[in-house]
Structures are given as C-alpha cells and as structure tokens.
C-alpha cells in the first residue's frame, strides 16, 4: 500500500501511521498525544481549517504543518467509511484535490 | 504531612478529582488547559492529613509549554510521597504514555481510571485487575464527577503511600535494555551527586533530554565519564537498527502500552457514530462554524439584557433605591451627622450600590458561559476560528484566551500559559485586555439604559466585537513585530457532556462572588477615597468642580474633549476605573448621586451626555488602560516592568483613539 501524508486523505479513510518526518520537537510532541507508528487514525475533518483526526476514541484538531509530517499508510476503505463520506457530503473526489 | 501530586493527561478529570478529594471547588471546565498552576489543598483521612496538589495537565514531561513546564518540574523535582495518576479510561493508549514515563521514573504511583462510566457507555470494557497486573501499579476505577471510587481512591493511596514499589521496568528491546544496563553501571561508578535514580538517568541520557543533560553541565567528571559513553552508545545503536535511541526507546514504549491495553481492555470492533460527531458536523462546519458561533454569542448578550438587566436587575436596583430611602429616612430619624449621610448615601447607596445593582446581569451571563463551556464548545470555538487566527499570524489557541478574558483578563492572561512558542503567548498576553471584561458590564449597562434602551442586545453585541476587532487587529501588527519560529496546532477535541446544574452553578458563583467581594474591597475603598477628595477642600460645595476631585478631574478633561465627554466628571470615572474597572460607574454614581437628590445615575447621565458622546465613552472604557490587577498579571506573566507599562500605555492610546474617531466620524454624518 501507498504511504501517504496525513493531510492528504479524504473524510472517513484510515490509515496507519508508519512515521513521522519533522523535527525533534513535533515529533515528540506527536508521539506524546499518541500518534505513533502503529496507531490507526481515521480522519473525521479536512477542509478548511486544522484537519481533525480521530485517533484511539478521541477527537484531535491539528494544522496542516504538522498533518503534513506525519506518514500513514491507506488502508482499503471499508463500505462503512463509503457510508460516512456519504454522510458527511464528501465525494470520491475530493481525494485528487492537491494542496 | 505526606504529599500526594495528581498527574495526568490534559481534561482527564484532575481538578474534578482534587475538588472531590479536598472538598474545595476549583474551577473544572470541558476542555484542555483549564489548570494552569499548581494548586495545593488538605484532605483529612482516616485521622491523618495529607497535602494534596493539582498539577496542570500533560502529555509527556517535555515541558512544551509554561503549564506543561510546572507540571513537569513539580514531576520531577521529586516534592512528593505518591503521585495520584489520573488516566481517562476512554482513552487508555494515549493516556498510559504519560503512566509509562512516571513508571521509569521509579516514582510511587497509583492510577485513577477516571470516567469509567463514560467507557461503559462507549462499550470499551477495561480489566481493571490485569491492567494492576501487567503495570505493578494499583488501579482504582472512579467516576470523579459523580463522586464514586473516591474513597476507594483515598483508601488505596494511603495503603500505597508506606509501601514499597513493585512497579515493572519497561523493556525496550534487548539490545537498547542492555545499553542501558551498561549506562546504569557506568553512572553508579561514577557516584556523581544525582537527585534521579540511575535506570531513569541513563535512559533520558539516551533520549537526549536536553534539561537532563542541561543539570549536569558543569560537572566534569559527568561529561568525561559519562557522557563520551552515552555518545559512543548512541552511535551504536544508531548504526545497528538505523533510528535514534530516542525514537527507539518511543516506540517501546508504545509497544509496551499496546501489550497491556490488549490484555486489560476490549474495544468494540467499530466505534459507534456517537453524539459528538453528529454536532461537530455542525458546529464545526466549514461556512457555518463562525455564523452559529456569532449567534450563539449575540443570543448570550441578547438574553444577558433581557433577563438579567430588564428583569432581575430593575427588581434589584428598586429594591436597592428603596433601602437607601430607608436609611436616608432613619439616618436622618437618629440626627446623624451631616457628613456621616452624604457618605453613606452618596458614597455608599450612590457608588458601591450602582455596581451591586448588576449581580443578576452577571449572573446570567456568566451562567450562560457556564454552559458553553461545560458542555465542550469552548474547545471547538477555537478550533473554527483558528483559521482566521492563523491568517492574521495568531495561534489557534489564542482565541481560548480571548474567551477566557470575557470573563476577566486576569484568568485570560494566565491561560496563555498553554501556548507553546514564546511570541505567540506573548501576543496572546498583549490583546487579552481588549476583551470586554465582566466588570465593564455595569458601564455598559448603564449608559444603554439611558442612552439606547432598545437596542441593548445589539449596542452590548458590538462592543464585544469591537474588543475582538481590535484585539485581533494589533495581533496582527504584533505579529509582524515579533520574531518567532513558527508555531504548531494540536488540541484534543473533548467530547461533549451535558453541562451539570452544579458546574455551572460553581462557575456563576464564582465570578457573582469575585464581582460582590470586589464591590465590596477595592471599588470601595476607590469610592470613599475619591468622596473623600470630592468634599475637600473643607467647606466647598460637596461634587462641585472646586472640590479637589473636580479640580484633578477638570486638569485631565480636556483630552477627552475631543472624544466628546470632557467632562471632570467622565474623567475621574475613566481615572478610577485604572484601580478596578466597576469603579467607573461607583464614582460616576458617586459624583452624580449628590447633584440632583435622589435621582439615579441613568437619568442624571442624560443631560450630560449625547448618544453619540456616550457610545464613544463606552468605547473608550472597552479599549483603554486594563484594570490594575490585570496590568500586574501581565507583569508576573512576561516578568517585565516594560511590557506592563507598554500595555498599559498603548491600550490607552488606542482607547483614545477610538473614542475621538467615533465622535468626531459620528458628527460628520450628523449624529449628536
């Protein structure tokens, strides 16, 4: 599977982080709030504003900056999340917007 | 007197913890960063008395950001007998990161899973025992904001407090295990003075902890001996697994998190669409956001004016009228002396009484915040407008400050602290007096019930906008003064919760009873000194021009005449105001009361101001000079004389400003 940016995923897909790609200070600081290598994060937000994340039961708000350092590899959408971009008005498409 | 520290994640129910142990009632809100200092309270259990601290919260002991700092040098510093670690079981993966770093530490812990009946309701089911178990640290279940599991808590905190430790060393694989082993070795032959146990040391050396390091710096033998050999090690494993120790030693940790959390808890497969995602779907919608975030903030104002001024406050202020007559009529029954009744009715009914006269307006203002912030909105208010923030170079979390400072720019200047990077917090620090404080309310009331009684809601509406307007603007200019690097955003987002009748209830009393002690405390003692100067010399007409207030008060005049209220008047109010911003009207109240027997300071106002000079004051009293006890935070915040004298001077400035552009724009159009 493709490793990808966090920023770069649509509402509703999941990924695992496999690394972040940042210096010292945001990286700790990423690890600390629990984005480590392994976690799985599902992406609840990404339009305009800080990206939020869901990630181990809880809601996370963060910039595109630091979306940006941290590395994800997509797992294959489930037809759950094909339901939940429905609901929440996304499109397939929005996935080819570049940034 | 043994020391118990709670330590745990942001919003992981600490301080609702501390409330529930000490018996105290500390401010507990929805959202990460309420705490932003120690607190210290007693608890007495089983005839023994224990100190108890509440600690800002965190998610690691790198320290980021100034409340993040206290917590970890409290961590650190060692002041304690047994740290209470309060862990969120709806978020057991993130929260044990912390645990794990306390358990290195070698300190004496005992875990508070806390909100257990949240993670029922989210069908995540936690073995209490075998997560004792796979930790080696006692675990006690509590649902602190219901009260159950404290005593439990307690009991297990006193049984821990006198035992030894049985907490596991984490492994981080063998090899690093062994570097590990060999650094301990290394720094025990070495019996340098060390506060820290040797294991911990050895591993923070590894990770490179600069303030570890940073201790030791002067110790020669440490760097010769020690450090050349952490350096050689780190090379080492860097060559053979081709990632920093440090990042190493992360990822054991989490390793080891996910070993325990997958034999002690059971998640269901999918989590459920709950509640919270379908309002944030609103809420934080990408038009919407900042409309319904502007409604809900105009339907406060909106309600603040109709409730708590039309309704209660009229009720109070007649019922505050009538007891003045009263005691004008008794005072008068008894022959006091003359000077005796001008103080109490004037200064007293007249001053202290016009402030008091708005208890019900704060109440339900502050009532209503209550619930935004109890109910988990704050955190999102600050999520929608970070994107404006960010375009005019300002921090997300700014904005929380600037909520805060509508309560009071004391607490608002202090919960900068959570900002991480130095130029944005100092920038934070610089806008919050812009924000419309509670104690300008009564200011503001007044002059709209004598100037714009049918457009309350909207007048009241605008000056908060204004406040953000400006605040928001020299954010800007600040921001293109200051250099920085440049700044993250991260917030948890916490999940809503219905607000309780008792958390909003702690939250209005305690800003009704800041407000009524103030009243009671500084605005009166303001209040009599200036009565005091507004009946000297002894023998002048008492409020008159030729007492000495009227003489200071015509001296200062003339700057405000340009703004359109250049009265001496309006000058000794905005003057008292620097002292504490309600004294504007209890001296306004004061100098007034005495003109024209019994009238209130609404009516006797109309003659003396125009709508349009009254609009420009009510703009000077939001922009100009903070009220003392915030220019003395500010200079406790930044630890300079300069920047609290700055912000006490530019604001002024920029309150004058104001003033003269609304005035003088306003009579260009034909307003009066």
């Known amino acids: 599977m493709e490793i990808r940016t966090l920023d770069s995923l649509a509402v509703g897909e999941k990924g695992i982080i496999t690394g972040i790609n ?61 339901e939940a971009w429905d609901k929440g008005g996304m499109k397939y498409a929005d996935n080819s917007i570049s940034r | 007197m043994q020391t118990i520290a709670l330590v745990g994640n ?49 998610y690691g002991l790198g320290g980021y950001s100034e409340d993040e700092a206290i917590a970890r040098d409290f961590i650190l510093k060692g002041d304690h007998d047994i740290i209470i670690n309060v862990v969120d079981a709806t978020n057991l993966e993130r929260n044990l990161y912390l645990t794990t770093l306390l358990m290195e530490m070698g300190a004496k812990v005992i875990i508070a899973l ?18 004792s178990k796979e930790l080696g640290i006692p675990v006690v ?51 340098i003075d060390r506060e820290y146990p040797s294991r911990w040391l050895a591993i923070k050396l590894l990770e490179n902890d600069e303030d570890v390091i940073g201790k030791y710096q ?41 070993q325990v959390v997958s034999k002690a808890v059971v998640r269901p497969k999918e989590e459920i669409d709950t509640i919270s995602d379908k309002i944030d779907r609103v809420v934080t919608h990408k038009y919407f956001g900042i409309p319904i975030f502007a409604l809900i903030m105009f339907i406060i104002y909106q309600l603040t004016f109709t409730i708590g001024q039309d309704i209660l406050g009229e009720a109070l202020a007649g019922g505050i009228e009538k007891l003045g007559e009263l005691v004008a009529g008794w ?31 704060i109440m339900v203002m502050y009532m209503m915040f209550g619930i935004l912030e109890d109910s988990g909105y704050m955190a999102r208010a600050a999520y929608i407008m970070d994107r404006s923030m960010r375009a005019l170079g300002l ?6 400050s600037m909520i805060i400072g509508t309560g009071c720019n004391v607490p608002g200047v202090m919960s900068t602290r959570t900002l991480e990077n130095k130029k944005d917090r100092m920038i934070a620090i610089l806008i919050n007096p812009f924000m419309s404080c509670g104690a300008r309310l009564p200011i503001y009331m007044v002059f709209i019930a004598a100037f714009f009684p049918k457009h309350g809601g909207l007048v009241l509406f605008s000056l908060y906008a204004i406040g953000i307007i400006v605040a928001l603007t020299m954010g800007k200019i600040f921001s293109k003064v200051f250099r920085g690097e440049e700044s993250f955003f991260i917030m948890e987002l916490p999940p809503y919760r219905m607000p309780t009748i008792k958390g909003i209830g702690l939250y209005m009393w305690e800003q009704v009873w800041s407000f009524v002690h103030r009243a009671g405390t500084v605005i009166f003692l303001v209040v009599s000194l200036l009565w005091i100067l507004s009946i000297l010399p002894y023998g002048v007409e008492p409020y008159s021009e030729d007492s000495i207030l009227g003489i200071i008060g015509s001296f200062i005049a003339p700057i405000f005449r340009p703004a359109g209220f250049g009265t001496w008047q309006a000058s000794v109010g905005l003057f008292a105001g620097i002292a504490a911003k309600e004294a504007v009207v209890g001296t306004l109240g004061m100098v007034y009361a005495g003109v024209e027997e019994g009238a209130r300071l609404i009516t006797s106002i109309q003659g003396v101001f125009t709508p349009l000079s009254a609009y420009a004051f009510l703009i000077m009293s939001l922009l100009y000079t903070p009220c003392a006890a915030t220019i003395a935070t500010i200079y406790k915040e930044t630890n300079s004389k300069r920047w609290a004298w700055f912000s006490a001077v530019y604001t002024f400035l920029i309150g004058w400003t104001g003033a003269v552009l609304v005035y003088q724009v306003g009579r260009l159009f034909g307003l009066a």
């Not at chain 2, 929805?30 to 259990?45: A, H, L, R, S």
């Not at chain 2, 082993?181 to 025990?188: G, P, S, T, V």
């Open chain 2, 114 to 131: 806390n909100m257990v009946d949240d993670a029922e309701k989210r069908q995540i089911k936690v073995d209490y025992e075998r997560l």
């Open chain 2, 395 to 400: 921090h997300g979390k700014t904005f929380i």
């Open chain 2, 218 to 258: 002067d110790n020669a033998a440490f760097k010769e001996g020690v450090l050349a050999e952490v350096k050689k090690t780190t090379d080492e494993i860097l060559a053979t697994s081709g990632m920093e120790p440090e990042m190493v030693i992360l990822d054991k940790r989490y390793e080891f998190i996910n």
């Open chain 2, 10 to 58: 942001p919003n992981s129910g600490k301080t609702t913890i501390f409330n529930a142990l000490t018996g105290t009632n500390q401010h507990v809100g929805n959202w990460p960063g309420v705490t932003v200092e120690k607190k210290e309270g007693i608890i007495k259990f089983q005839n023994r008395e224990y100190s108890v601290i509440d600690l800002p919260g965190t």
């Open chain 1, 22 to 82: 940042g210096g010292r200070t945001a990286t700790i600081r990423l690890f600390e709030m629990g984005f480590n290598r392994g976690s799985e994060v599902c992406i609840v937000k990404n339009d305009i504003g800080p990206i939020i994340v869901s990630l181990a039961g809880s809601k996370i708000a963060l910039g595109w900056g630091l979306a940006r350092k941290i590395m994800v590899q997509l797992k294959e959408p489930s037809m759950q999340n094909a």
């Open chain 2, 331 to 361: 005072l008068e029954a008894v022959n006091s002396p003359e000077i005796l009744n001008l103080f109490i009715i004037d200064g007293l009914f007249g001053g202290v009484g016009a402030v008091l006269e708005f208890i019900p307006l």
């Open chain 2, 141 to 191: 279940p509590t649902v602190a904001s219901k009260g159950r599991g404290i005593d439990q808590l307690m009991q297990k905190t006193a049984e821990t407090i006198g035992r030894k430790n049985h907490i596991r060393d984490i492994s981080y694989g063998k090899e690093i295990d062994e570097k590990v082993a060999f650094l301990k070795d290394i720094i025990e032959r070495h019996q």
